[in-house]
């Protein structure tokens, strides 16, 4: 399992870390700072589920008038460490 941290811009939370397993499988999200219970909702849900999987369903995922959202700036975060993996 590798982790990584991921400092999401134009949204209150300020940092977002996460484990992803050898099957690209998600594991341990954890926001900093944002609305809480949305974001350890979005943490619940996605647990286990894989990366590619969640990138489909919470990119594009708008907050107000931001141009973006914790969820979209999840998406974003994962598609780096997917990359990074290569």
Do not use: W
Request: charged share 30%.
């Amino acid at each position: 399992m590798k982790h990584y941290q991921y400092k999401p811009s134009g949204v209150c939370s300020t940092l977002i870390d996460f484990d992803l397993d050898e099957q690209d499988r998600i594991h341990n999200v954890k926001y900093t700072n944002g609305c809480d219970g949305n974001l350890k909702a979005i943490s619940k849900l996605t647990e286990g589920m894989e990366a590619t999987k969640v990138i489909e369903l919470l990119s594009d995922n708008q907050c107000k008038d931001k141009g973006t959202s914790c969820a979209d700036q999840f998406s974003k975060a994962l598609r780096k460490a997917l990359s990074e993996r290569g």
